[in-house]
């Protein structure tokens, strides 16, 4: 699994390499970060770490103070958070007291709250919710067959893309779930996230334009499913 952590890189939150970073990697996890380009913007090379990361956790912690009461935190970490959230990756935002909500910022996520007087509390949580992440388990499953690759990559970064995935476990039929379609060497596939444990089917669903692909349910451990239309 790789994590991507977004915070700020001042001495004040040297804490996050000093603690957040062994969390990780001791539960096998790769850490990823922007801290070669830091900046008010983040760069296309920042996105694309974003998005082939499985998660973010983004430490939104004060900056500058604003009155009495409020600060301001960093504009990376928060357009971090927003990419993450844009690209439906599994999102904890860990917010420090007295920082202004950043109102309107939108995408459903956890929030864990942070006092620098009362760390502890703050890294007992995050442990608990990296744990869960790193126990749930992650397929990447090929989309075959190659008449709807061909037909779908030219068409892949438009707009009316669409693909969710869903699981048939004993006779039960879960939500749908969203999914993002990754072109990679030789094909697409898909990640499908959190399976159940037992005897897990997988349907896999396409809409692209006017045009809809749908697998039968297979089985996860082929690793591969085969789109038909309509």
């Known amino acids: 699994m790789k994590i991507f952590v977004a915070y700020g890189y001042g001495n004040r939150d040297k804490w996050v390499e000093d603690f957040i970073f062994p969390i990780i990697e001791a539960f096998g996890a790769e850490v990823v970060d922007g801290k070669e380009v830091p900046g008010q913007i983040i760069s296309e090379a920042v996105r694309n770490k974003i998005r082939s990361s499985d998660a973010l956790i983004a430490f939104v ?7 009495d009461r409020l600060w301001t935190t960093h504009r990376w970490v928060t357009d971090e958070l ?29 929030r864990i709250s942070y006092d620098e007087k009362e760390r502890d509390k703050c890294l007992l949580e995050l442990v608990k919710a ?5 126990r749930s388990t992650t397929a990447r499953l090929k989309l075959l067959p190659e008449s709807f690759v061909s037909e779908l990559r030219p068409i892949l970064q438009g707009p009316r893309i669409n693909c969710t995935y869903k699981f048939l476990l ?17 094909g697409l596939a898909v990640d499908v996230k959190n399976i159940p444990h037992g005897q897990v089917f997988v349907q896999i669903q396409v809409q692209a334009q006017d ?20």
């Open 61 to 67: 912690t004060r900056r500058d103070k604003i009155d």
């Open 82 to 110: 927003t990419c993450a959230i844009d690209h439906e990756l599994s999102v904890i935002e860990v917010r420090e007291t007295e920082v202004d909500d950043q109102g309107g910022m939108h995408g459903d996520r956890q």
């Open 130 to 134: 990296i744990g869960a992440w790193c």
């Open 170 to 186: 004993g006779s039960r039929v879960s939500e749908d779930f969203p999914a993002r379609i990754l072109p990679l060497a030789g």
């Open 211 to 230: 045009t809809t692909w749908t697998s039968d349910f297979e089985p996860i451990d082929l690793l591969s499913v085969h789109m038909q239309r309509g």
